[in-house]
């Protein structure tokens, strides 16, 4: 089996595992509990988020809010700016048109709640432009929020410029960092972000943990009623195992980060290289600005969804957008938004690598590729009108 959907989640790492079970054995308590056991949990806790502090470049422990993952963490952000927002007469948003759904969902609310967002567009690389952002905003705007790095086609946003320019404006700015934090550099004070959304089983971390960064001086809004954790800010006994978990992965990715993204870098290009060879197939985004395990494609005259099953058939775990919406027919928001058609866009391939990839491995998945391809095109009728002349080729 070759495992190349990362971005959808990753293994956990043996460091994490050992980390969490042995969290589960000896420090079980709650750590809101007065006696021993609970304030060994506590200590456990605190060192945790010290440790997530560390690694996103943030200054105090009562900037992390730990959540049950990146969309608990989005939703908090979103909602947090806009009761700011309306307390302050401010009720515009900007965003942009391929952002997760959990922030996209998230804006609808918001829009029948009375707030106006702008959705910007997102160019044929899958970039957003800083000074599109910076022309958008306005006296009422409260938030902008832009995901560091795309789920779907791993293109890697301008974000320390669309930080500095809502720092200049007194606009606060969250990016959603779910699939860039553990993978590329990213500080906080050098982004210039104010709110920031992670998720631990992205970088090898427990499913049904994550963080929120929350720069001080933000009041912070609840999603979850309930109980005095997190500061009043998040109701319900804390995750211990999962949190000290997720700061051990975190920790492990970020300590071996720069020899990874060589390692990986490589083997993506080389599959980007292999697929590129296939007639009328292009990538989807910047194929340099992106993070180093994505590759993303588009195939023209096959159905995303026959590609994945005769791969799984060879061994091949891979998928064609975001695990959220694989349930889906439609063709991929993320695709649209950067201008492929419907019929081309439904022809998609994901494939998030990671350092335990091998050479072997990334050979075998570029032939298999090709095999399939050429075989779904066979007898697809759209492919035979392609090539009989009846509708002109896109790609």
Same mark, same amino acid.
């Given at each position: ?68 993952? *990146?969309?608990?963490?989005? $939703?908090?952000?979103?909602?947090? /700016?806009? #009761?700011? &927002?309306?307390? @302050? =007469? ?126 001080? *001086?933000?009041?912070?809004? $609840?999603?979850?009623?309930?109980? /005095?954790? #997190?500061? &009043?800010?998040? @109701? =319900? ?159």
């Amino acid at each position: 089996m070759i495992y190349a959907d990362n971005a959808a989640t990753t293994k956990m790492s043996d460091a994490a595992i050992d980390a969490m079970t042995d969290c589960m054995r000896n420090t079980y308590g709650n750590p809101s509990s007065l006696y021993e056991v609970g304030q060994r949990a506590k200590e456990v806790l605190e060192d945790a988020r010290d440790e997530i502090i560390k690694a996103i470049g943030a200054d105090n422990f009562r900037e992390i809010i730990f959540t049950s993952g *990146g969309s608990e963490a989005d $939703n908090q952000a979103l909602r947090t /700016a806009a #009761e700011i &927002g309306r307390a @302050a =007469g401010k009720m515009h948003i900007i965003s942009s048109a391929f952002e997760h759904h959990a922030i996209l969902h998230t804006l609808n609310k918001l829009e029948k709640e009375g707030f106006e967002v702008t959705y910007l567009d997102v160019h044929e690389d899958g970039l957003v432009r800083s000074e599109e952002v910076e022309a958008a905003i306005r006296p009422d705007t409260c938030l902008v929020t832009i995901m560091y790095a795309n789920n779907e086609i791993g293109t890697i946003q301008p974000i320390r410029e669309i930080g500095a320019i809502c720092r200049a404006k007194g606009v606060l700015f969250h990016t959603d960092a779910v699939q860039a934090i553990g993978h590329i550099p990213v500080n906080v004070k050098d982004d210039n972000i104010d709110m920031l959304s992670a998720s631990a089983h992205k970088f090898h971390g427990p499913k049904g943990t994550g963080f929120l960064y929350v720069r001080k *001086g933000i009041k912070i809004s $609840n999603l979850i009623e309930g109980g /005095a954790q #997190e500061r &009043g800010k998040r @109701a =319900g006994t804390e995750n211990v195992p999962g949190i000290r978990a997720t700061a051990v992965a975190l920790k492990d990715a970020i300590a071996h980060m720069e020899e990874n993204d060589k390692i990986i870098r490589a083997k993506r290009d080389r599959l980007i290289a292999g697929l590129k060879e296939i007639p009328h197939s292009a990538i989807n985004g910047d194929e340099n600005k992106r993070l180093p395990g994505n590759v993303n494609f588009c195939f023209e005259g096959i159905e995303g969804e026959s590609l994945l099953l005769l791969l799984d058939d060879k061994g091949i775990q891979a998928s064609s957008g975001s695990a959220c919406t694989s349930g889906s027919l439609d063709p991929s928001h993320v695709l649209l938004a950067i201008g492929r058609v419907h019929d081309v866009a439904h022809g998609s391939l994901r494939l998030s690598i990671d350092e335990t990839i091998s050479d072997e491995d990334v050979e075998y998945i570029i032939n298999a590729v090709k095999e399939v391809v050429t075989y779904l095109r066979s007898f697809s009728p759209i492919w035979r009108d392609l090539v009989a002349g009846k509708k002109e080729f896109i790609l």
